[in-house]
């Protein structure tokens, strides 16, 4: 082994201090004007490099007659020596590159406003700004530290992970495949005594990110258990990053969520949501989001660690991500669960996500309105508690914001408001909030026009005003327009407005005839979806009650065969809805009654539901 490189030797020389040199590493070392000995730092008397014929015969001799499991075995190990160098020489040349990045990022960006702060804490772990600055720098460090040319900057890819060093790691480590470097890189986790243990993990996480056949790779060679023990690490730096290479690895498949999961992993992150740098904290939620988004059994994992009273202490973190990422675990956690949605507005989490939602990023705006959605579903104390505390009213003015995921979201949280709670209809249903809601049903977005709509219903669900203001503000005939919308959900919940804008409202009912909703209305019981065509069954049921006209008209446009055909399905909620309509046009009309039983022909109407 060449004492300078720690390689195996290929052109061994003898330098004046007796002692065997690879002659490159040695003559790279007398180029830099050293005159001592790299082994004994002793003078040298002369430079002259004499090559060591024996020594060179002695290993090409060596390697000729090594079995071939062993010439792998030195490739695999040659592989982890030129890996490690790499890892380290992130690590060393730090101070160089993060000069560079400050040179460049003060040609293309202006100085920051007085008063700006900036502190190391808030440095993510592989030491630079941004993901853009450690892709761009590091790759032209690997590359000229192995003497290859920098990629160019132009043809580097624009996804942020994928332009990191990575890029140019399989030209520079003699042709081995990006898979090929998981399990060298895993084997590094272990190497305690590493410096750069963040770059590794960086390095992993990218890897990741890129294919699902790597997340394997690195779970078969063994990564999950290392990244879990460095949770424990000493190092902030390194426990961030294997935060966020197990959030990559969880990906957004079930499999890999609960593989993690298995590994054992969530107690350890759990107990990072109180870790004192931020940084940690943020990657830590960031995890703990990707592994119970829609995973029932994980979200239950983390509330009974107790994880729901640090959770809401980080709606106030300084970290604007780590904000958002509990935003979204709250949202995920409450989510139809009564239990939970007490456990999180008893440690006072309703305040806080009031006030995020004039947080400056509308990604926090958008997940704090979500929160409160899930925290308010079929829950009419927190619905209460909600309102009392002032979150309608920041609600609405959140109709208005410019981002449509947030407007969507804020729409979302009023519909849940007010389901099913008629003291929150009156104080939602404002000639403002009204009028805001009906524009939005002609938003370009077709999540918020769906939610808009649905909040438009449940508005008009209990309320006899609501049903009259919102009948005068116009929202009609934009409701009848939703009937044909290519949003299967904005056209389940415009039936359902329309019906429960006809409730008890001989007024109403006329008005959404006259301007042409029935037709569209028993189109819809043919809609593709069950929900569409029950909520269509129910507005024809409602709009027709008391009503001979509409009766007419319903059945003029074909909703008597189609009924029948609803009455005929497997669902029992769809088969309710058509009985209801049925019995409806068949109440005191001896002619729809005969219609009706002609559709039927060949069934029971007794044995469908349906008697009269």
């Known amino acids: 082994m060449c004492p300078i490189s720690q390689h195996v030797m290929d052109d061994p020389v003898v330098a004046a201090d007796g002692h065997s040199y690879e002659r490159k590493f040695i003559e790279r070392w007398l180029a830099l004007g ?175 990110d890129e294919t699902a056949e790597n997340r394997l790779a690195i779970t078969q060679a063994g990564g999950l258990p290392q990244l879990i023990n460095l949770l424990r690490d000493h190092n902030p730096q390194v426990r961030a990053g294997s935060a966020w290479a197990l959030g990559v690895l969880a990906g957004s498949r079930t499999d890999d969520q609960m593989t993690i999961a298995w590994a054992g992993a969530i107690p350890p992150l759990a107990f990072l949501l109180n870790d004192g740098s931020p940084q940690v904290r943020e990657e830590a939620t960031g995890a703990l989001w990707k592994l119970s988004r829609f995973n029932s059994e994980n979200q239950a994992s983390l509330v009974s660690l107790n994880a729901i009273q640090p959770l809401s202490n980080l709606l106030s973190d300084n970290l604007p991500k780590t904000r958002e990422n509990t935003c979204l675990l709250l949202e995920s956690l409450a989510f139809f669960r009564a239990d939970v949605q007490a456990a999180i507005t008893s440690t006072g989490a309703i305040c806080p996500l009031i006030s995020l939602l004039v947080d400056p990023k509308p990604e926090i705006r958008e997940h704090a309105a979500g929160a409160l959605a899930s925290l308010a579903d079929n829950n009419a104390d927190n619905q209460v508690m909600i309102n009392y505390a002032g979150g309608v009213d920041a609600l609405i003015l959140l109709l208005q914001d410019r981002v449509p995921d947030v407007r969507e979201d804020a729409a979302r949280a009023l519909r849940a408001l007010c389901n099913d709670n008629p003291e ?50 116009g929202a009609i005939n934009p409701l009848i327009e939703v009937l044909k919308d290519d949003v299967l959900g904005a056209r389940e919940h415009a039936a359902a407005a329309l019906g429960n804008l006809g409730i008890m409202n001989a007024e109403n009912k006329a008005a959404i005839a006259r301007a042409g909703a029935l037709e569209p209305l028993v189109g819809l019981l043919k809609d593709p979806t069950r929900h569409a065509r029950e909520e269509a069954a129910s507005a024809i049921a409602n709009l027709s009650v008391l009503n001979e006209i509409n009766k007419a008209s319903v059945v003029r446009a074909g909703a008597i065969p189609a009924l029948v055909d609803l009455l005929k399905e497997d669902t029992p909620s769809a088969r309710k809805s058509a009985a209801v309509a049925l019995r409806t046009l068949a109440d005191d009309n001896v002619q729809n009654k005969y219609a009706i039983k002609q559709a039927a022909r060949g069934c029971s109407l007794d044995a469908l539901g349906l008697r009269f």
């Open 34 to 208: 050293h005159r001592t000995s790299p082994m004994t730092n002793t003078p040298l008397m002369h430079l002259t490099l004499i090559p060591n014929i024996n020594l060179r015969s002695m290993i090409t001799q060596l390697k000729k007659r090594m079995p071939a499991i062993q010439q792998e075995q030195m490739k695999q190990l040659k592989r982890m020596q030129d890996l490690e160098i790499i890892v380290k020489g992130f690590s060393e040349d730090q101070g160089k590159l993060a000069l560079e990045a400050f040179q460049s990022g003060t040609r293309d960006h202006p100085p920051a406003a007085a008063g700006a702060s900036s502190s190391s804490s808030m440095q993510p772990f592989w030491g630079f700004q941004d993901m853009d600055e450690f892709s761009c720098h590091d790759a032209d460090s690997l590359s000229r530290s192995l003497g290859l040319a920098p990629t160019p900057r132009e043809g580097r890819m624009e996804t942020t992970h994928q332009r990191m060093a990575v890029v140019d790691i399989e030209s520079a480590t003699n042709g081995i495949g990006r898979s090929d470097l998981i399990p060298p890189l895993v084997e590094l986790l272990r190497e305690t005594h590493l410096l750069s243990q963040e770059h590794t993990v960086g390095l992993l996480a990218v890897l990741a």
């Open 424 to 473: 929150n209809q009156i104080a939602i249903g404002t000639p403002m909030c009204i009028r805001i809601l009906i524009n939005l049903i002609k938003d370009d977005s077709p999540g918020v026009r769906e939610q808009a709509v649905s909040a438009l219903q449940a508005l008009a669900s209990q309320s006899a005003e609501n049903r009259v203001q919102i009948a005068k503000a």
